[in-house]
């Protein structure tokens, strides 16, 4: 029964992306298109992108992190490609980029349009790989266990009937020191069953929306005890019959980065640690974000918890920080107030003091 209930999920997300939504003028709410997400450095990149792909695109916030060149990324729900597109250019011809998505008329487009995207790029040979699939089945598109340096997702997870699959999955596909980085959908509280069920709900990515607390739970129990939080901002209702159907309800759209790293606690303790920044990052030569609460200066020592010294040590930023100190001696948990991320947690509830 919890199958064919997961089966009819799909089937309305399908439908509703691959033959309701033509373009972004079809959404009823600001939920899936949030156009100003795309930071500064990387707009010429999106210039290169065909309009047809750019417009059947429906995204939630930037998911594109630092230091990509040569990796391997693997995007959840990619669409019509835009963000692939986007990322092939970031990895380089060095570097592979991977689309999965479910739905054919979406795929269609970004197959469409990927020898024109390698000419434009100037690549020889295309690094896009486009598949049918489902993201709680990565395995049955041969994505092999500890493959994938870092994996993107934009507002997709909150479609899935199936998270912790999702959330299972991608900690099995990740390399040790992987980034999982990806913006969704939140919601304040748990949405009753019916929402979920709602086709123009589920479409406009409100109805599967996660609850905060849930989502915390999903991502302990995958493998990861710790995530940060990189950016919130308040999801516009302008459609009445979506506001008369969520009632009070309040929604976000949250960029997340979490790290597969052995090491992490879920809580952050202090061990005295010191971190520099050395300015090494093209994107970012004066300070680099970590997340909503760390943002790291160049030359400048920032006082981090132990779980931060591995987010920065013992993944692909390695090479661009200098850590000082060790977990010989313990002061107890980190004195670190959580950025305030309204409708999504209370500080007192958080997973780990410096999401």
């Known amino acids: 029964m919890k199958q064919q ?3 009819n999920t799909l089937d309305k997300v399908k439908d509703y992306y691959g033959r309701v939504l033509k373009s972004t003028k079809d959404l009823k709410t ?74 054919d008329e979406q795929l269609h487009v970004a197959k469409k349009h990927q020898d024109y995207h390698r000419q434009t790029f100037g690549y020889q040979k295309s690094n896009v790989h486009l598949v049918t699939g489902f993201i709680e089945d990565l395995e049955s598109v041969g994505i092999a266990s500890n ?52 086709r123009i709900l589920l479409g406009e990515c409100l109805g599967g929306a996660m609850y ?70 093209s994107d970012s030569p004066h300070s680099f974000q970590l997340d909503a609460h760390h943002t790291f200066h160049k030359d400048r020592p920032l006082l981090i918890c132990s779980n931060t010294a591995s987010m920065l040590m013992e993944t692909r930023y390695r090479d661009h920080f200098r850590v000082e100190g060790n977990l010989n001696n313990h002061h107890g948990l980190f004195d670190c107030s959580p950025a305030e991320i309204k409708n999504f947690q209370s500080p007192k509830d958080s997973a780990a003091a410096c999401c």
Not at 50 to 68: I, Q, W
Not at 147 to 174: A, G, H, M, T
Request: charged share 25%; net charge negative.
């Open 5 to 7: 209930s997961a089966d």
């Open 30 to 103: 600001t939920a899936c298109c949030v156009a100003e997400s795309i930071p500064i450095h990387l707009r010429d990149l999106i210039r290169n992108i065909h309009p047809e792909v750019k417009d059947r695109f429906y995204g939630c916030g930037s998911t594109f992190p630092s230091e990509l060149a040569g990796k391997t990324v693997l995007d959840l729900g990619c669409g019509s490609g835009r963000d692939v597109y986007l990322l092939s250019q970031l990895v380089g011809p060095a570097g592979q980029v991977y689309g999965i998505d479910m739905t």
């Open 147 to 198: 493959s994938i340096d870092v994996i993107v997702s934009n507002c997709v997870i909150n479609l899935s009937p199936q998270k912790d699959r999702v959330f299972s999955e991608i900690f099995r596909v990740l390399k040790p020191g992987g980034e999982l980085h990806f913006s969704d959908v939140f919601c304040d509280r748990r949405l009753p069953e019916w929402c979920r069920e709602d």
């Open 212 to 281: 905060g607390q849930d989502f915390r739970r999903s991502l302990l129990k995958a493998g990861f005890p710790d995530y940060r939080i990189v950016k919130s901002t308040p999801i516009e209702l302008t459609d009445d019959e979506v506001v008369k159907k969520v009632g009070f309800a309040k929604f976000s759209s949250i960029t997340v980065r979490a790290f597969k790293i052995e090491s992490l606690e879920d809580k952050c303790e202090d061990y005295g640690q010191v971190a520099f920044y050395k300015g090494t990052i």
